[in-house]
């Protein structure tokens, strides 16, 4: 799947393939994986992606507490959701990011 860029060139990127992102793995290993995945119950299947989407909210949430050490709970939950939602969603939803925890 390619992507345009934001440039007004409309120029195409290539996303990087799944080789290029894991080069170190063990192509039989990987191999394992996927036949496994692929022959998967649709629950388990499930319960992986809701373990994936926890653990990369746990990640936004560190990195959020990393770069606003001062932010309450509460902004740093409107601040995940800016992340998980984009601005204007997030705004529209959950309202504006407290003044005092804009910085």
């Not at 649709?42 to 989407?53: A, Q």
């Amino acid at each position: 799947m390619d992507r345009r860029d934001e440039g007004s060139d409309n120029t195409v990127m290539s996303l990087p393939s799944w080789r290029q992102l894991h080069p170190g793995e063990d192509p039989r290993i990987e191999a394992m994986q996927f036949a496994r995945f692929g022959t998967a119950p649709d629950w388990e299947k499930m319960k992986i992606f809701r373990g994936l989407n926890r653990g990369a909210r746990r990640l936004a949430l560190i990195g959020l507490r990393e770069r606003y050490p001062q932010a309450s709970e509460a902004a740093l939950r409107r601040r995940l959701a800016s992340v998980l939602l984009g601005d204007e969603l997030a705004e529209r939803v959950y309202g504006p990011i407290p003044a005092n925890q804009a910085a």
